[in-house]
């Protein structure tokens, strides 16, 4: 059904008061599930004329889209989107910022530690020396990559591990708001036999120092590049430092659709929100400014790769990797993050004069307020 956006946001008013255990009834359901797709297809038309706008648009396999160098294009995100995967592994249970955009918002000082001198691959606890014996039974992964949470905070653990599995010639890639980095440390990185590093600019505002470090990284690592939520602060200081971003020559720029867990949401509170095929909720915005910005990255010849790691991606990933692990056709870990909807979030678009559905039908027979019963 192409129900109208007034309907629709007549029946989320009220879903939205409901108890939290209170189950929907089917004819319900298919309301909620109208709606999302009114909204999804909305969106996905303002997507559609961005992408339509930017001349040298390219895609890796049709599983995702970016603009510029495509020889410098995450190994990282191949192995993510191509390859087996992307095997995260796990150390620090600390970071030294406190971010709106984080998923562990408002929880990072609850986080419990993987385990003094252990490291957490595929949800199992390993030391240092059984790395080996991981290496020698599984599988070789094509790549892997260093989460959870700064590991920065206690970055000389990092140097042995890594050399472990660039030995066994394993893409690998870490992840850090790089305030904490040193030249040292950079050069420590390298030696080991670090591939790439990520240097996540949202985090620090796209800090000078920040900045500098991409610059040191080029140095001492193979592949240097940014990746940070896309937002309006974000995109705003990425403009006002984008100079002295291009002059630190990063290989690389991924601009991650912000999507949205119980812990972050509530910051994002009043935004345009929608629903990715069920699965992620991202604010409008995000997807919009990527592409916004990757338009003028092709149009000013920027001398890198910029991508658009959307949710399109993420679901991309999931595919892939289901495929990889021989589960079921169609199988995939994409998915809500939320164990109940959060009808409430999605009133502020549905309000939104200036937001409107493709095509709207009146309600049929039974689905209309005051015509359900049970």
Same mark, same amino acid.
């Given at each position: ?11 989320? @008013? ?29 969106? %996905? ?24 160098? @495509? ?78 949470? @700064? ?14 599995? /660039?030995?066994? /010639? ?65 995109? %705003? ?24 867990? @119980? ?69 995939? /870990? ?41």
């Amino acid at each position: 059904m192409k129900i109208s956006k007034k309907d629709a946001l007549l029946w989320f @008013e009220f879903f939205s008061m409901l108890p939290e255990d209170e189950e929907l009834m089917v004819k319900q359901q298919e309301i909620v599930y109208a709606t999302f797709a009114q909204i999804e297809a909305a969106v %996905e038309h303002r997507i559609n004329k961005l992408m339509s706008e930017i001349k040298g648009l390219k895609t890796l396999e049709n599983r995702t889209y970016f603009v510029g160098d @495509e020889s410098k294009f995450s190994n990282g995100c191949r192995s993510c989107l191509l390859g087996t995967g992307l095997s995260a592994i796990r150390k620090t249970n600390k970071c030294n910022l406190r971010c709106k955009f984080c998923y562990n918002y408002g929880e990072l000082d609850d986080i419990p530690p993987v385990g003094e001198g252990m490291w957490e691959i595929g949800g199992t606890r390993f030391y240092e020396k059984d790395i080996d014996l991981l290496l020698s039974i599984y599988p070789k992964p094509s790549g892997v990559s260093y989460v959870y949470l @700064e590991p920065f905070m206690e970055i000389e653990e990092y140097y042995p591990v890594i050399r472990k599995f /660039n030995k066994a /010639n394993v893409h690998q890639h870490l992840y850090t708001n790089g305030l904490l980095a040193t030249e040292e440390s950079l050069k420590a990185l390298g030696e080991a036999g670090l591939d790439e590093i990520r240097f996540n600019l949202a985090a620090s505002g796209c800090s000078d120092k920040v900045i500098e470090n991409i610059g040191i990284a080029k140095k001492y690592i193979k592949s240097v590049g940014i990746e940070s939520p896309m937002s309006p602060e974000f995109f %705003e200081s990425f403009l006002n430092k984008k100079q002295a971003i291009l002059d630190a020559k990063p290989d690389f720029i991924n601009l991650a659709e912000l999507h949205l867990n @119980e812990n972050n949401i509530g910051n994002y509170f009043g935004e345009n929100m929608y629903i990715s095929r069920h699965g992620y909720i991202s604010p409008v915005w995000s997807r919009e400014l990527s592409l916004k910005l990757m338009k003028i990255a092709d149009e000013e010849k920027w001398d890198l790769a910029v991508h658009d790691c959307s949710n399109y991606t993420k679901f991309a990933r999931g595919l892939n990797l289901g495929s990889k692990e021989g589960k079921w056709f169609g199988a995939s /870990n994409y998915g809500c993050e939320f164990s109940r909807i959060p009808y409430e979030v999605f009133l502020p678009i549905l309000r939104d004069d200036s937001f409107e559905f493709l095509c709207e039908e009146e309600l049929p027979d039974g689905y209309k307020p005051g015509e359900m019963f049970f």
